[in-house]
T-cell receptor
Framework: GAGVSQSPSNKVTEKGKDVELRCDPISGHTALYWYRQSLGQGLEFLIYFQGNSAPDKSGLPSDRFSAERTGGSVSTLTIQRTQQEDSAVYLC?????????????FGPGTRLTVL | ELKVEQNPLFLSMQEGKNYTIYCNYSTTSDRLYWYRQDPGKSLESLFVLLSNGAVKQEGRLMASLDTKARLSTLHITAAVHDLSATYFCAVESGYALNFGKGTSLLVTP
């Protein structure tokens, strides 16, 4: 079946602008994650959604970052007033459940460049 | 804070040779993952290791987990060029993954 999809694949924006990144998880997966990957910081966890529970926002680097997940499916990561240090690849992952042999399946990522 | 350390970070090896990548982590966890990333691509799941002593093999790659030593290894047997990629280990903490910095592997003729 279809994997995790993300859009846009690339986004170039000017410092101070807001951006929205979208993630479509694998159908039926209840857990959804956002990570970012940058040269300096490696792969960092940002936020986690599980079903209808309150999200785990412990990885968000500042209050300029927020995310929502509508209807338990599609998720949007919003970065307000972007800064150059926000430049990174933003990866979304989904997972079927919390236990057993399942793993997190990653999307292709959105490469964000803040000028 | 959970720390995950991989070594080596860079590895150049000849085709046909064997080598091991090490992944150490700082706090107790029973779930460890290995991923592969090709340049410009996303992460591809290789192995999920869920218990002490777990061993998984796929082709020329074999992963193991020692939870008491907080150590996982990824062993490469008779390397081929197609294995050139960056390999990440990740340890689960509170359902999120904590990644090592990755090992960039280059297999040369």
């Amino acid at each position: 079946g279809a994997g995790v999809s993300q859009s846009p694949s690339n986004k170039v924006t000017e410092k101070g602008k807001d951006v929205e990144l979208r993630c479509d998880p694998i159908s039926g997966h209840t857990a959804l994650y956002w990570y970012r990957q940058s040269l300096g910081q490696g792969l960092e966890f940002l936020i986690y959604f599980q079903g209808n529970s309150a999200p785990d926002k412990s990885g968000l680097p500042s209050d300029r970052f927020s995310a929502e997940r509508t209807g338990g499916s599609v998720s949007t990561l919003t970065i307000q007033r972007t800064q150059q240090e926000d430049s990174a690849v933003y990866l979304c992952a989904s997972r079927e459940g919390l236990a057993g042999m399942d793993t997190q399946y990653f999307g292709p990522g959105t490469r964000l460049t803040v000028l | 804070e959970l720390k995950v350390e991989q070594n080596p970070l860079f590895l150049s090896m000849q085709e046909g040779k064997n080598y091991t990548i090490y992944c150490n982590y700082s706090t107790t966890s029973d779930r460890l993952y290995w991923y592969r990333q090709d340049p410009g691509k996303s992460l591809e799941s290789l192995f999920v290791l869920l218990s002490n002593g777990a061993v998984k093999q796929e082709g020329r790659l074999m992963a193991s987990l020692d939870t008491k030593a907080r150590l996982s290894t990824l062993h490469i047997t008779a390397a081929v060029h197609d294995l050139s990629a960056t390999y990440f280990c990740a340890v689960e903490s509170g359902y999120a993954l904590n990644f090592g910095k990755g090992t960039s592997l280059l297999v040369t003729p």
